[in-house]
């Protein structure tokens, strides 16, 4: 990835991991855009498909409104409201003056698939 890209990671993370890197914050320790989800279940119900999609046309893009974002997915503008609306109220993509914003250059997914137990 290019040095100076504005890069957001989401990740399936404990409570302890969450804290870990909020201390580690406060110690002044970079920690760059973080979103974490208690489960993998927890990630895909709130990302599903459409909101991927949603987010990979709005990634690198500034601030559109939600009939431009419906229109570069080619999806109805309700449908697409109900998604973004879904992925403001996680804090994934923010309300902007003129529209909304998802403000990342990239997307960076981190979790690990293990055996079932």
């Given amino acids: 990835m290019e040095t100076g890209m504005n890069i957001v990671t989401l990740s399936v993370a404990s409570r302890e991991a969450v804290e870990a890197r909020a201390l580690a914050a406060f110690e002044g320790k970079a920690q760059g855009a973080h979103y974490s989800f208690g489960s993998t279940d927890l990630l895909w119900q709130t990302l599903t498909r459409k909101r991927w999609e949603l987010l990979q046309a709005m990634t690198g893009q500034g601030v559109m ?3 431009e974002a419906a229109r570069r997915v080619g999806r109805d503008v309700k449908a697409v409201h109900g998604d973004v609306q879904a ?7 923010d309300r902007a003056e003129r529209g909304i914003v998802f403000p ?9 698939l293990t055996k079932a137990a």
């Avoid at 992925?87 to 993509?93: K, P, S």
Wanted: a negative charge.
């Fill in 104 to 112: 990342y250059d990239a997307v960076h997914v981190d979790f690990m």
């Fill in 87 to 93: 992925l403001i109220a996680v804090g994934v993509i």
């Fill in 65 to 67: 409104s939600i009939r």
